[in-house]
């Protein structure tokens, strides 16, 4: 490359450099107006009388405000592009689960999905864990999931797995849109390169960092065609070594099953137990609940139970569940609440029921209730 070639390259760069930079300091403004209105919305929302409309707007303002959190941290990635890679491959790890990551992105793009009537189906392993950035992890989770919701076509799937593959963790986020040109393949994931996918990475930095974060990680990160149309972006990383077995351990006791059919009451307990440490999988429908249960997912160290259901009592649920095959599950403890205190009373008290309490739930003491009951 001769010197006229290399300061033209250079200045491309530069330029390039710079609209990010402005970009990403006139993209600031907004957000700042989203941040302001989500935390007057929690503030009137804590403020005010508590009932479920209060219980929903302060549940979506801190899902706002975690979503305004990671695009801070995304402006803050294209600031720094000029100084390296270093910001990266800079990591601040701690214990958590792949799993977990995934539903609180699955959660947050919620309405993105409900939007394009698009079909989510998310198959995982149990207790993968690890040492991970949580904050750049969850940034490479998005990137891809937002990625797939632009190129699923309306009412199309998305297939999400985190499994176990020998010493890693795999996990994979399929569409089933137009997928790559063959000649794009060794390219997608290379800095400022849009090429043939424009949009999956709109800057031409959106997978070229997911690339970096993975790798700094220890893992790879590839994509490819499926024979049946669409693409598929997969990444690994490291499984837990031996020596933190006891940290994995932990964690499975901390693994919580709520059963309540109202949607609003069942997203705030998952919410707040995910923000104590938890990991937490919810079902509206309780015939559902126990037909994952019989098959072996989501196994809990506690279920929660609404008492009142569509179709099923607590205490008709309660006696599928002493039915099933599997030790673990019959032997699970209960936390029934209701809001018809005497009602429940009033039945014959299930040998597995530990505890009964009244809605509206203390905070407090549900977590007391469930402290004792997992320990």
């Not at 720094?80 to 539903?103: A, D, M, P, Y």
């Not at 569409?175 to 999956?200: A, C, I, Q």
């Not at 137990?273 to 429908?285: F, R």
Request: with cysteine; aromatic share 6%.
């Amino acid at each position: 490359m001769d010197d006229k070639t290399f300061y033209a390259s250079l200045d491309q760069t530069f330029s390039r450099e710079q609209m990010l930079a402005i970009v990403s300091h006139d993209i600031k403004n907004p957000i700042s107006v989203i941040q302001l209105e989500a935390q007057m919305l929690l503030k009137l929302a804590d403020e005010g009388v508590d009932n479920p409309l209060s219980n929903k707007v302060r549940h979506q303002a801190n899902r706002i405000l975690r979503t305004t959190e990671r695009m801070k941290e995304l402006i803050s990635d294209l600031l720094e592009k000029h100084k390296g890679e270093h910001n990266l491959s800079n990591l601040e790890k701690s214990h958590c689960t792949l799993g977990g990551l995934f539903q609180d992105v699955l959660d947050s793009l919620k309405a993105l999905f409900v939007q394009k009537h698009l079909h989510i189906f998310f198959r995982q392993d149990e207790y993968l864990a690890g040492m991970f950035d949580k904050a750049k992890l969850t940034q490479v989770i998005t990137n891809l999931l937002s990625n797939a919701v632009k190129f699923a076509p309306d009412g199309g799937q998305i297939h999400i797995q985190v499994l176990q593959q020998a010493e890693e963790i795999l996990c994979r986020i399929c569409d089933n849109g137009p997928g790559l040109k063959s000649e794009d393949m060794n390219h997608v994931f290379e800095k400022f390169w849009t090429g043939g996918v424009r949009g999956r990475s709109d800057t031409g930095l959106g997978l070229f960092i997911c690339k970096s974060i993975v790798e700094a990680h220890g893992g790879q990160i590839f994509v490819e065609n499926l024979p049946e149309g669409g693409a598929c972006f997969s990444f690994t990383l490291p499984l837990l070594g031996a020596d933190q077995t006891e940290i994995i351990i932990k964690d499975k006791h901390r693994k919580i099953l709520i059963i309540d059919d109202d949607e609003d009451l069942r997203d705030a307990m998952a919410w707040v137990l995910n923000k104590e440490g938890y990991s937490v999988h919810s079902y509206g429908d309780p015939y559902k609940a126990f037909e994952s249960l019989a098959i072996g997912r989501h196994r809990p160290q506690l279920m929660i139970v609404d008492f009142q259901m569509d179709g099923m009592n607590g205490f008709e649920f309660l006696k599928k569940k002493n039915e099933c095959s599997e030790l673990d599950v019959r032997e699970c403890p209960v936390i029934l609440i209701s809001a018809s205190p005497d009602e429940v009373e009033a039945q014959e008290r299930s040998e597995d029921l530990k505890q009964l309490m009244t809605k509206p739930l203390d905070l407090e003491s549900l977590l007391e209730n469930i402290k004792n009951l997992t320990n």
